[in-house]
């Protein structure tokens, strides 16, 4: 029988290259740490992923000029070789003009997800076979585990930290040479090792900010991006009666209330953005409530293929926020094609974001959120009359 070592890899540490990818926050600093104490052959790599110029000084944008030279300064801590490697054009075309366009549309895109998908799972990872290692390393908090049908991807112990959300487009393919090692660690115990191993980010904040947008002003990265492309339009009810106007809706988001700019008689909603036309919708708050959501994109880790799962549906857990709990939930296929039935519903479902399923703690995929159709029982009457007899409103000054 071949040994394997604590990354399930054939061979000696010592014998075994590992990349890890260090952002410079407290997390990748302690993969490195923890993986050269035990005697792999450890590189650093740093992702270079736009312009620092306008974020050097914006604390919590794990991008930032300032993390890489703290990735840089734990690098030569620990001993182990570093490279930052440009990738801001291939990042600009996979994840940024991509969350432009979304906004456009009418979505409402989840960037951190594209990154991991379309950089740090595919071209880093193909970097990391360029040099030879047999394995990419990461921070993240999520687990993978070996199992019947090869390596499974799970939430993390701590479950205020899982991030499963954010990786639900992992492939299997990638599964076999990504490893978390923090996926059974607390923050608290994160940041313990980091002091242990005298790491001058033990105590760094965590990021909070998509690291592109680190003033939170997404809509100014968009206008710099596609000057121009944001027009005005119909603020509108669900019966189409024109309410207001506004000045693109990439100001809106499905379920936003504050700031729509009407006045009327009782609380309203964006309910739909209508890019075609160019209309904000908006409605009572029981207008924002959907049952079923169809899916695009679908990344299926399940044991049986996609095209075996029952004709009454798979039973599941749903995920549709990141900082939101899986709900009860029924997987169906329509000719190729995915939805999900939740059996609560759920406030606010807006295309772009994702969609995230679950058997227990084991992730089964996931994909993105094409579109949602309401809660197919009716209105209460006097919601139903409500949404339907809304008289144009003054706008608010």
Not at 28 to 33: G, M
Not at 194 to 223: E, M, W
Request: charged share 25%.
């Amino acid at each position: 029988m071949i040994s394997l070592n604590s990354l399930s890899l054939p061979g000696r540490p010592q014998d075994t290259r590992v990349v890890v990818a260090m952002s410079g926050g407290v997390d990748s600093s302690v993969v490195a740490a923890l993986l050269k104490e035990e005697g792999y052959d450890v590189i650093g790599i740093t992702l270079q992923l736009y312009d620092h110029g306008e974020a050097v000084q914006a604390k919590g944008a794990c991008c930032a000029g300032q993390d890489i030279h703290d990735a840089r300064q734990v690098a030569g801590a620990l001993n182990i070789p570093h490279y930052v490697l440009d990738y801001q054009e291939r990042f600009a075309a996979a994840v940024m003009d991509e969350f432009a366009e979304s906004y456009l549309t009418g979505e409402t895109p989840v960037p951190c997800i594209s990154c991991n998908q379309n950089i740090k799972f595919k071209d880093l990872l193909e970097t990391a076979k360029d040099l030879g290692a047999a394995a990419l390393a990461t921070g993240h908090y999520i687990s993978s585990k070996r199992g019947p049908g090869g390596w499974e991807l799970h939430r993390a112990a701590d479950g205020e930290r899982d991030q499963s959300y954010f990786l639900f487009a992992t492939t299997r393919e990638q599964l076999d040479l990504l490893r978390f090692p923090l996926g059974d660690l607390k923050k608290s115990e994160t940041r313990e090792l980091a002091r242990r191993h005298g790491l001058n980010v033990a105590d760094k904040s965590d990021s909070q900010d998509i690291c592109f947008v680190p003033t939170g002003r997404y809509t100014q990265v968009i206008d710099r991006l596609r000057p121009g492309a944001a027009r005005p339009g119909d603020i509108v009810a669900l019966n189409g009666k024109v309410l207001g106007r506004h000045d693109g809706i990439i100001n809106y988001t499905i379920g936003q209330r504050r700031g729509l700019g009407i006045a009327a008689a009782e609380p309203l909603y964006v309910v739909k953005l209508n890019a075609q036309s160019r209309q904000v919708v908006v409605g009572p708050r029981e207008s924002l409530r959907a049952r079923r959501i169809w899916l695009r994109q679908l990344n299926w880790l399940g044991d049986r293929p996609f095209s075996e799962i029952p004709k009454k549906g798979l039973e599941l857990m749903a995920k549709i926020r990141s900082t939101g709990a899986p709900q009860a939930a029924t997987l169906q296929n329509r000719e190729g094609a995915a939805f999900v039935q939740l059996h609560d519903g759920e406030e606010g479902v807006s295309p772009g974001q994702a969609c995230v399923l679950y058997d227990g703690s084991r992730v089964l995929g996931g994909g993105w959120i094409a579109r949602a159709e309401p809660d197919s029982r009716p209105m209460p009457d006097d919601a139903a009359r409500r949404a339907g007899n809304l008289v144009a409103a003054t706008p608010a000054s």
